[in-house]
């Protein structure tokens, strides 16, 4: 599962990023991968070590309320969808 980050303060390293979800996320982070570092278009590719798709917008939600360097994050999840789909008639 992963989750986009946006809103990355341009006064952060790579490494201030890496670290900040690191700590975040605990067991929870499979990769991190910072893109634009230091520009005003920074942003953040987080995969999460969990195959259950609740699991990614519970962790969204609450990333949603966390600052980084005083800036608040904006994070977004792929949608839920169930693998099995009722049949419309």
């Known amino acids: ?17 890496r670290s900040f979800f690191e700590r975040e996320l605990g067991k929870y982070a499979k990769g991190i991968t910072v893109y634009d ?3 005003p278009n920074a942003h953040a590719d987080l995969e999460l070590d969990s195959e259950v798709p609740y699991v ?6 609450e990333l949603q309320s ?11 999840a792929p949608p839920f969808e169930d693998e099995e789909r009722p049949q419309r008639r």
Do not use: F, I, K, Y
């Open 1 to 17: 599962m992963h989750l986009t980050v946006w809103n990355v303060p341009e006064t952060c390293s790579e490494q201030d990023v």
């Open 37 to 39: 570092a230091g520009t």
């Open 56 to 61: 990614a917008e519970a962790v969204a939600r």
């Open 66 to 76: 966390r600052r980084l360097a005083g800036v608040a994050l904006r994070v977004s």
